[in-house]
């Protein structure tokens, strides 16, 4: 079983930039594809950004051009880094592990999820 914690959540002014880290535990997770989601008051949780074990990224059309997912498979670690914020872009942020089948956009295919931290833009 796979622990994951989520930090560098926190307030920021519209335009502003956060950098957000997870951290994998309990077993490497180089070979699975790593993904962000968010979840706002309200509302379902959204796919962010996705990066698999080769390299290759994935993004929400809502955050593409913005967001960047990198991952550091020696330290068991994926980042989100998160430019030009925007008020909508306030919610709770969640990574997770993929399970080997699956679309990669849709919550249910993921079997371990972090705690999440949250994002506040203010406008």
């Known amino acids: 079983q796979v622990q994951l914690v989520e930090s560098g959540g926190g307030l920021v002014q519209a335009g502003g930039s956060l950098r957000l880290s997870c951290a994998a535990s309990?077993?490497?997770?180089?070979?699975?594809?790593m993904g962000w989601f968010r979840q706002a008051p309200g509302k379902e949780r959204e796919f962010v950004a996705g990066?698999?074990?080769?390299?290759?990224?994935y993004y929400a059309e809502v955050v593409k051009g913005r967001f960047t997912i990198s991952r550091e498979n020696a330290k068991n670690t994926v980042t989100l880094q998160m430019n030009s914020l925007k008020p909508e872009d306030t919610a709770v942020y969640y990574c997770?592990?993929?399970?080997?089948?699956?679309?990669?956009?849709?919550?249910?295919?993921?079997?371990?999820w972090g705690q999440g931290t949250q994002v506040t833009v203010s406008s």
């Open positions: 309990g077993r490497t997770v180089s070979n699975n594809l």
């Open positions: 990066i698999d074990w080769s390299g290759a990224t």
């Open positions: 997770a592990v993929k399970r080997v089948l699956g679309n990669y956009a849709f919550p249910r295919s993921y079997d371990s």
